[in-house]
């Protein structure tokens, strides 16, 4: 099994792409701490990977508050003694309509829940990680990252940040032998479809249309995007770091045979030109 004898926290662990990652972490034989703020979901979510076989420690957790991450990552190492996987999965579109209409408030938890929630849980589990000399950390980023995302700008500008977060986060910790980076898992139906449709207008003409086909059609499943956290928290990535990666439209099965060729360019970057450009 690719994960065997790690151990992993999963943020957002309750539904969506978070818990299809803790279950695909699981038959890959990771062990595991799974958070998410309703804590009845996240312990169903410890169930199914005990009936895998696995050890599970489910917390309510709102990765929002720097405190409550801390504790996270603290009750990770007394029940595990370690901690070798961090994927930061809980997000929320938030603030949903044009910027000038938004709640300054709700923009503003939007940002905090998808951005300093991931900031605050890889600053907690950094010290741990450093001193083993080995980590990797996963990162949810998305469509809002790579193009303009009108009446989501919360959402599109905290998801946008997450990917510069993973660049920058990368460089930093690269001689400890721990990579950083980053999923755009697709259009995968998760509750947050949900508040699109609920949001109705303010979501825009095109965005509602296009949540609507996706509802019907079923949207990505998000196990595609569990498979490259998997890929990502394996020893088959060492090596690869710093890089957003799609989980539909790049070719991240093949990586592991040229992830120097990766790391030599561009590739997977938030970049204004390239080389050839110039």
């Not at 600053?123 to 000399?133: D, G, H, N, T």
């Not at 721990?178 to 995968?188: F, L, R």
């Given at each position: 099994m690719k994960l065997a004898g790690k151990t992993a926290i999963i943020t957002g662990a309750g539904r969506g792409i978070g818990r299809a990652i803790a279950l695909a972490f699981a038959r890959e034989g990771a062990d595991m701490l799974v958070a998410s703020r309703t804590l009845s979901e996240v312990a169903e979510a410890a169930e199914e990977t005990r009936a895998l076989g696995r050890r599970a420690l489910a917390l309510k957790v709102d990765v929002s508050n720097r405190d409550e991450a801390e504790r996270m990552v603290a009750q990770a190492l007394e029940e595990f003694g370690k901690v070798d996987i961090l994927a930061n999965s809980a997000g929320v579109y938030g603030a949903i309509g044009p910027l000038a209409d938004n709640d300054p408030e709700k923009w503003v938890q939007t940002v905090r829940i998808n951005l300093f929630g991931s900031f605050f849980?890889?600053?907690?589990?950094?010290?741990?990680?450093?001193?083993?000399?080995?980590?990797?950390?996963?990162?949810l980023s998305g469509g809002g990252a790579s193009s303009p995302l009108p009446n989501f700008s919360a959402y599109a500008a905290s998801k946008a940040a997450i990917v510069r977060l993973t660049e920058t986060l990368a460089?930093?910790?690269?001689?400890?032998?721990?990579?950083?980076?980053?999923?755009?898992?697709?259009?995968?139906?998760t509750r947050l479809v949900d508040e699109i449709l609920a949001a109705g207008p303010a979501a825009g003409e095109e965005m509602l249309a296009r949540t609507r086909r996706q509802k019907e059609t079923g949207g990505v499943p998000p196990e595609r995007a569990a498979a490259l956290a998997v890929f990502l928290a394996s020893e088959e990535s060492d090596g690869l770091s710093g890089r957003l990666i799609s989980a539909v439209w790049d070719d991240w099965e093949s990586m592991n045979g040229r992830i120097d060729q990766i790391m030599a360019s561009d590739l997977y970057t938030l970049r204004r030109v390239t080389e050839s450009t110039r």
């Open positions: 849980c890889a600053r907690a589990v950094l010290p741990f990680m450093i001193r083993q000399r080995r980590g990797k950390i996963i990162n460089e930093e910790v690269k001689g400890f032998n721990i990579q950083v980076n980053a999923i755009a898992p697709g259009a995968v139906n």
